[in-house]
């Protein structure tokens, strides 16, 4: 009985703890919806459906791609674009998970838009395809630090080294102190990707000045900045080099430290509740020993804090 009580308890804490990091790294920047709604049951929403899956299997071998479902009528365009450093089963998780919040966020909607930290998704009743669009969608900026000439030449430099490497869709690297990440979804072609980067660039300057961070989200690209500790981009396990190199530096990042101390206290305290129903539950039910409910009471215990240390650990 002892044993069938732990098991329980690990499956639990196992349980957990993979909701904690899967919710972490595809989390939320910015959703969107037409205000245009089809009817349910319609070849429009099996066009949908259809298209989602297309684009989720095609993920598990690109990390961008672009479909359309055109019958006689109807027609559903959509789009992915993973980041560029990005290993191939995150980002299928990732456009998984964009499915899931779009279907959530616009269920009736005949077009939306959801962009994560680790990849962006598109769909429309129109087609989009190559179209340039340098829309703001979505800005932040860090506090302030005061103005400040040699950190302000610093973010400029990185911006125009990240702005000027035209042969590529995606872009990173630190350039001194200054972290620095770009890309572009590559329906484009590499000159709008420039014109797209360029123009984001010039605003987020303009209006994240005298920032620690910076970021500017247009409707087909996006640029973002920070000073060294920084940046906020989740860990993602993918196998690029340079992203196994930045691992340290984002371990301290205090923006994702202070969003994981959140989480994990949100979880610690959903997970103390479970373990407390599971352990009366067998007190009323199942006959279970006084050893054993000891052994729940000291988890329900222990577990908040285990939850913040390995948040600030990590």
Avoid: H
């Amino acid at each position: 009985m002892l044993q069938q009580d732990l098991s329980l308890s690990f499956l639990i804490l196992s349980f957990m703890f993979s909701r904690l990091s899967v919710s972490t790294a595809n989390s939320n920047v910015y959703v969107q919806c037409s205000q245009l709604n089809f009817t349910s049951t319609t070849p429009y929403e099996s066009n949908v459906n259809s298209l989602f899956t297309s684009l989720l299997d095609s993920a598990s071998i690109y990390n961008f791609n672009k479909i359309e479902t055109s019958p006689q009528s109807d027609s559903v365009y959509g789009v992915f674009q993973c980041r560029g450093d990005l290993s191939s089963p995150n980002c299928k998780d990732c456009v998984a998970t964009s499915i899931s919040q779009l279907k959530t966020a616009c269920p009736m909607s005949k077009g939306g838009e959801i962009q994560l930290e680790r990849c962006f998704m598109k769909y429309d009743d129109t087609s989009f395809f190559g179209a340039q669009d340098k829309t703001e969608v979505y800005r932040s900026c860090g506090p302030s630090n005061g103005y400040n000439s040699d950190v302000s030449n610093r973010i400029d430099s990185a911006l125009a080294n990240l702005v000027g490497e035209n042969e590529q869709y995606f872009r990173g690297g630190d350039f001194g102190s200054v972290q620095g990440v770009a890309q572009c979804v590559q329906d484009l072609s590499l000159s709008d990707c420039q014109d797209c980067l360029a123009e984001a660039s010039g605003r987020l300057r303009s209006e994240c000045e005298t920032s620690t961070w910076g970021d500017m989200y247009l409707g087909k690209c996006y640029i973002r900045y920070a000073q060294q500790g920084n940046l906020n981009t989740p860990d993602d396990n993918s196998n690029s080099n340079s992203n196994k190199s930045s691992d340290k530096r984002r371990k301290k990042n205090k923006r994702w430290r202070n969003f994981g101390i959140n989480v994990a206290s949100f979880f610690g305290g959903a997970l103390a509740f479970s373990l407390t129903v599971v352990a009366v539950c067998a007190c009323n039910c199942c006959n279970t020993t006084n050893s054993t409910l000891l052994i729940y009471f000291n988890l329900i215990k222990i577990m908040p804090r285990v939850f913040l240390q390995g948040s600030i650990n990590n």
